[in-house]
């Protein structure tokens, strides 16, 4: 990176399923130095301090927090942890990263905000997707106009994956494909609902069916569950011109357009015929989306940008995800948000 003098000294703060990911990435970027690694777990740190021999262990983020060299502190810890460890890390003086999602709660998030700005703080929340080279082709797509405009959007996230005793698949899972969502239609949904059902873990859901309406006619469906025989990572566009699906699992072609529709016969009365053209897969850059993600935070910490997830756009997945609890505490009930923009940040 042309004009940088020195490495950013960073810490990542947990070592579980996650958090070895994020740091063999973080150590491979040349303007970084993995100067920490923390977790409460001996195994843990014993387990991977082979991996990273430069970066020093530790069980307590006050050894990290008093490191006046550090600059950027990276969350990879469990859900309910994200909130209370991003304030510690701003009330530091450091700069932020924290795995999806920001807080588990709105009050949390927004306090996070208030607190990075205040601090002017890079404070980056790790919407991974986002940053996927086949989220981004949907994204460009839609921009293009060449599948026109959204007009229903489901994902699918299933697995036979790990339990969690202290978040359901809604918290887990939903982060990924909400945020994804949200910037392909480009608007707050106006009203959202979510059912769901504890079959292992009593009042743990571990399948979760999420719906959406956006004020601007789209809507969405997102399937979530660690119980189920299939592993799918798929989302599915389908545009007033052309339809598109991201599969995530597929070795390649991870994006497929679709030239399907239904267009006006001519000459006739309101009568529609199908349309079933070319099936397309355009290439995609071939570099993994977690790097791409943790070179996006080095870079906005050396030049003090703002990154595309930032805390304003957590907060947004964090508003939805709220509100489809309360809907799933309640049966399904129907919760409305007040309007919500989501122009870029100042």
């Known amino acids: 990176m042309v004009g940088v003098e020195r490495a950013v000294k960073v810490a990542i703060v947990g070592l579980g399923r996650w958090g070895p990911n994020v740091a063999r990435n973080l150590d491979a970027i040349q303007e970084c ?20 021999p430069s970066a020093r262990f530790t069980a307590e983020l006050d050894d990290v927090l008093n490191d006046e060299t550090v600059q950027a502190v990276v969350v990879t810890t469990p859900v309910p942890t994200h909130g209370s460890l991003a304030e510690r890390i701003l009330d530091a003086g450091k700069d932020c990263f924290v795995e999806k999602p920001l807080a588990d709660s709105v009050a949390g998030a927004e306090r996070i905000l208030r607190m990075a700005e205040e601090r002017d703080a890079v404070l980056m929340v790790g919407h991974l997707l986002e940053y996927h080279p086949g989220v981004q082709m949907l994204d460009r797509l839609l921009e293009d106009g060449e599948l026109g405009e959204p007009r229903y959007i489901y994902s699918q996230r299933t697995n036979l994956g790990q ?22 239609v480009g608007e707050a949904p106006r009203e959202v609902s979510a059912r769901g059902a504890c079959y292992v873990r009593e009042g743990v859901e571990d399948v979760v069916f999420a719906y959406l309406r956006f004020p601007g006619g789209a809507t969405a469906h997102m399937h979530l569950s660690w119980l189920d025989p299939h592993k799918e990572r798929r989302i599915t566009v389908v545009g007033s011109e052309r339809m598109a699906t991201f599969d995530d699992m597929a070795l390649d072609q991870k994006v ?12 006739s009365y309101g009568e529609y015929i199908t349309r079933s053209g070319e099936t397309r897969s ?25 990154p595309n997830t930032d805390a304003v756009s957590g907060l947004r997945v964090v508003k939805v ?20 923009s989501l122009a870029a940040s100042p």
């Open 33 to 52: 130095e993995l100067a920490w690694c923390c977790d409460g777990d001996a195994a843990s740190r014993r387990r991977w301090q082979s991996s990273f």
């Open 163 to 184: 339990l969690r005793a202290d978040e359901n698949a809604l918290w887990s899972l939903g982060p990924h494909d909400l945020s994804v969502i949200l910037k392909l």
């Open 256 to 267: 497929t357009i679709y030239d399907k529709g239904f267009d006006l016969e001519d000459g």
């Open 282 to 306: 355009p290439a995609l850059q071939n570099t993994e989306a977690l790097r791409l993600e943790c070179d996006h935070f080095i870079e906005c910490v050396n030049g003090r940008r703002r």
């Open 321 to 340: 995800l709220e509100a489809l609890q309360v809907s799933l505490d309640e049966n399904g009930s129907t919760q409305e948000l007040a309007e919500d």
